[in-house]
């Protein structure tokens, strides 16, 4: 009755009622059989624990058998079985939890269908299927940490507070819940990063709107409320006003010494005390100069010379003191400038080199030099033109009278003077030049013609078309071109009585655009034909006709 219920406990007491009956007992066959089916009975249900996944259960289980029964031996082999399959189980497991950690999706994929094949229902299925989830959410989980990653190297805030978010969703139980905790301080610095870059170029506004976007997830918590306030301050600091500075130190002088900017503040605090002394210093040099004469200029000027270059203000001082100085120079050179502009009205030689000798006397470096320099340089180009003018005239008539020899050489002391004419003095040289060339082109051209072969009619038209047209000879030129030419076509007709390739050889040199070209052209193409006839087509065979005798039907 005790081992019909199957239970371990049953089965135990049903073993130790029937050990209490003596080895001599009439039943001792009967009993002896059922204490080796009780005993497997209980071996059976140690590896439904097994198989259920309790190792340590399965394990207690079969070691209550008693000792002394012949089943008793089947109990150490059972339980080294299982070891064995556990042990093997858990290996497959720890390796798909290091490829996990790896990000080697489809390794633990594979490693993991391993425990397919184990001997035990726990690991093959309810295991089985339990480390398959965990690939698919540690997969699902490290891509969001990914995309988390890429965001955040955009560098753009509103990417940031997406990644934030995104490692913010990665949850406790997930292997990448550490590093996702470790991330999101990590982009809230980086927005920092951006918060100060825009700090760094003025613009508090928008530095100030990311600073208060970062989530209190990031943990940077301090680090935000003192950029807030150092940037608050360094907002009021920019106005550059005295009051404005004390304000901007006002506002530092907040921060704890136990805060991580404190250290920052204090800096910014000792510069906006010195720079609060060079804005005193600036607003009286200034003061000073409002009033525009050479004595109030020159007191400004000390007046901000002592403010050291190293000073926050130091830059602005040397500008004003730039300013200063140009004004300065401009007030005490201004009288030499407008004498010599008088000087020049006149525009004789005189005059000029009166009012170029006055405007020399503001020397380099001065605030009106580049001015003076630039009508110095327009009154010497007027004496230039005054002094060389007459050579340049003197060519020019020269010129007109067909001497171009003697009207180049008049000219070219001027062309390479660098004076005011020398660039016209050249035009006019490289004017005459090219009408000495085309003199001698239309000369050799009209020698060589005289010769009368093919090739000296064609060296003669070459000759005759470098002429340019600009020239008054190349209407005489177009002339005999298309004359030689004509004379080619000429050449090339009493030739084809003999020879008609020279024929057509000569023809080809007669150069397009010319009256005779197309004559020309037209008498090459008769003349090829001539050359090379075209088959004549043969008629085709006429077929034999066929005939019906009378009175057939067709």
């Not at 050990?19 to 059922?34: S, T």
């Not at 020698?447 to 000296?456: L, N, Q």
């Not at 070459?462 to 209407?475: F, G, M, Q």
Request: aromatic share 6%.
């Amino acid at each position: 009755m005790a081992a019909s219920k199957q239970t371990v406990d049953d089965l135990l007491q049903a073993i130790a009622l029937v050990k209490q009956l003596p080895q001599n007992h009439p039943l001792r066959g009967e009993i002896d059989r059922f204490v080796e089916e009780w005993s497997r009975d209980i071996l059976q249900l140690a590896d439904q624990s097994f198989q259920a996944g309790d190792l340590e259960q399965a394990i207690a289980t079969a070691q209550k058998i008693p000792q002394d029964l012949p089943a008793y031996k089947l109990v150490d082999e059972k339980i080294a079985k299982w070891e064995s399959i556990w042990s093997k189980a858990d290996g497959i497991y720890q390796a798909v939890q290091e490829e996990l950690q790896q990000r080697r999706w489809q390794s633990a994929s594979l490693l993991a269908a391993k425990l397919l094949r184990i001997d035990n229902k726990y690991w093959s299925s309810t295991k089985y299927d339990q480390v398959n989830r965990l690939i698919v959410s540690v997969r699902e989980d490290g891509d969001k940490l990914d995309k988390a990653d890429s965001l955040a190297k955009t560098k753009v805030v509103d990417n940031l507070l997406e990644a934030i978010k995104i490692a913010e969703a990665i949850g406790k139980d997930s292997y990448f819940y550490q590093k996702a905790q470790e991330l999101i301080p990590l982009f809230g610095r980086k927005m920092l990063e951006l918060a100060q870059a825009k700090m760094d170029a003025r613009d508090a506004d928008a530095a100030l709107d990311i600073a208060r976007q970062i989530p209190d997830s990031t943990k940077l918590q301090a680090d935000v409320e003192d950029f807030i306030s150092l940037a608050d301050a360094q907002r009021s600091a920019w106005i550059g006003t005295v009051s404005s500075l004390e304000t901007a130190i006002a506002q530092a002088q907040e921060i704890d010494p136990s805060r991580p900017k404190y250290n920052k503040a204090q800096d910014l605090i000792t510069r906006w005390q010195l720079e609060i002394e060079d804005v005193a210093r600036l607003e009286k040099a200034r003061t000073l100069a409002s009033q525009g004469t050479i004595n109030d200029l020159a007191a400004a000027i000390i007046e901000a010379q002592q403010i050291p270059s190293n000073n926050p203000r130091g830059s602005e001082a040397r500008q004003e003191v730039g300013r200063w100085q140009a004004q300065v120079e401009t007030i005490e050179d201004r009288p030499y400038l407008e004498r010599a502009e008088q000087l020049a009205l006149l525009e004789d030689i005189n005059s000029l080199q009166a009012a170029i000798s006055e405007a020399s006397q503001i020397r380099r470096g001065r605030a009106l030099y580049p001015e003076a320099r630039k009508r110095i340089n327009s009154w010497t180009a007027k004496v230039q033109r005054i002094q060389d003018q007459p050579y340049l005239d003197q060519a020019r008539d020269l010129a007109q009278t067909g001497d171009l020899n003697a009207a180049i050489n008049a000219a070219q002391t001027i062309a390479s003077s660098g004076r005011a004419l020398s660039g016209e003095a050249q035009a006019a040289i490289d004017d005459w030049r090219g009408q000495i060339r085309a003199k001698d082109n239309w000369k050799r051209a009209r020698e060589v013609a005289v010769v009368g072969t093919p090739d000296a009619l064609l060296e003669a038209i070459r000759l005759a078309d470098k002429i340019p047209s600009s020239n008054i000879l190349r209407l005489d030129a177009n002339v005999a071109i298309d004359q030689w030419s004509q004379q080619l076509l000429d050449i090339a007709r009493s030739q084809s009585s003999s020879n008609l390739s020279k024929a057509i050889e000569t023809a080809q040199l007669i150069p397009k655009g010319t009256t005779a070209y197309n004559t020309a052209q037209e008498q090459i193409r008769n003349w090829q034909q001539l050359l090379n006839p075209q088959p004549v087509p043969q008629p085709e065979p006429l077929l034999p006709q066929s005939s019906t005798p009378e009175g057939t039907n067709l």
